[in-house]
């Protein structure tokens, strides 16, 4: 008696689809009724923002942002000081209508962690030349 031949676990490719339509599962009869055509779906629509108008700037909401989280992580003043200046002149531009309000929550948010950034890096370098100051002083004062 011979051994059964071997099946294939998986379904054989099935025919090729003719040239321009696109390989893959496709209703025998066409799409149902509300279902978009074989081929490839369209695509999401498109957000176009509208142009801003003349004498309004574009904001830069995500560059305070991005200065003040860098400042805040890397305990150095001078990103925060950036960003706290950035954002205070562009929220006043802002309250003006002279910049996009777009950005008015990322340049709040930017401008407060640089207000943090800028009080704790100030904090950080004077502890870190204190404990270096402080010996020395010491020693002076011992030695004299």
């Known amino acids: 008696m011979q051994p059964p031949p071997p099946q294939r676990p998986y ?3 099935g025919p090729v689809p003719p040239p321009g339509q696109a ?3 496709h209703y025998p009869h066409g799409a149902p009724q509300g279902h978009p055509p074989q081929g490839h779906p369209p695509g999401p629509p498109q957000m176009v923002k509208a142009p801003l108008p003349p004498g309004v700037e574009a904001h830069r909401g995500i560059t305070v942002l991005v200065l003040g989280a860098i400042g805040v992580m890397s305990f150095i003043p001078f990103f925060g000081v950036a960003a706290w200046v950035m954002g205070s002149a562009d929220l006043k531009k802002m309250a003006a209508g002279q910049m996009d309000r777009e950005g008015f ?3 709040r948010v ?3 962690c640089g ?3 800028t009080v704790l890096g100030t904090l950080w370098i004077g502890a ?4 270096i100051l402080l010996p020395l002083v010491m ?6």
Not at 128 to 131: E, F, H, P, Q, W
Not at 139 to 144: E, G, I
């Open 105 to 107: 929550f990322f340049t």
């Open 110 to 112: 930017g401008r407060i």
């Open 115 to 117: 207000i943090i950034s």
């Open 11 to 13: 379904p054989q490719p």
């Open 139 to 144: 020693m002076f004062v011992r030695s004299s």
């Open 128 to 131: 870190v030349l204190s404990m």
């Open 23 to 25: 390989p893959g599962y």
